[in-house]
């Protein structure tokens, strides 16, 4: 926990925007889990539907 704010920190030192940083990296985390998630959900429809003859 230490480091993770001496890293943070150190960020905001040197470049001076770590909140919005943070905050663009986290919305682009949370929208490749939505992606990767609508993804999932249509190959199990894709292989339910196929498995049902």
């Known amino acids: 926990m230490a480091l993770q704010v001496i890293l943070i920190f150190l960020f905001q030192n040197r470049h001076g925007v770590v909140y919005e940083r943070i905050g663009l990296l986290s919305a682009l985390f949370m ?23």
Request: positive net charge; hydrophobic residues 65%; glycine residues 8%.
């Open 31 to 53: 929208a490749g889990l939505a992606l990767a998630f609508l993804k999932l959900v249509n190959a199990a429809v894709v292989i339910k539907v196929s498995g049902e003859q």
